[in-house]
């Protein structure tokens, strides 16, 4: 059985950090596609980033480009978000999805099978 469990979501000040954490269960990291989603309250879940399944391609939604960084820990079996200079636009819950080997469309949410519960993220004023 697949789990995805997130953490490392809060309240932060605009201009702050977080990193949130996806620790994988009954799946590889190193051999699944994997993004970060966030959907803010009367919204759409949307496309934040993604990696390849072999690690060597990213991608960055325009509104977080040279602020966040996705990567991986394969010994720790985890993939990390580390969000930097955040705005209060970026408040939403943030999800981690996942599946094995290559997807077709990073960017679209129906592409991953498997997802996590969601952590909270608030950024203020």
């Known amino acids: 059985q697949v789990q995805l469990v997130e953490s490392g979501g809060g309240l932060v000040q605009a201009g702050g950090s977080l990193r949130l954490s996806c620790a994988a269960s009954?799946?590889?990291?190193?051999?699944?596609?994997m993004g970060w989603f966030r959907q803010a309250p009367g919204k759409e879940r949307a496309f934040v980033t993604a990696?390849?399944?072999?690690?060597?391609?990213?991608s960055y939604a325009d509104s977080v480009k040279g602020r966040f960084t996705i990567s991986r820990d394969k010994a720790k079996n985890t993939m990390y978000l580390q969000m930097n200079s955040l705005k209060p636009e970026d408040t939403a819950i943030y999800y981690c999805?996942?599946?094995?080997?290559?997807?077709?469309?990073?960017?679209?949410?129906?592409?991953?099978?498997?997802w996590g519960q969601g952590t909270q993220v608030t950024v203020s004023s």
């Open positions: 990696i390849s399944w072999t690690g060597g391609l990213t």
């Open positions: 999805a996942a599946d094995r080997g290559a997807v077709q469309r990073y960017s679209d949410p129906g592409t991953y099978y498997y």
């Open positions: 009954g799946l590889t990291v190193s051999s699944a596609s």
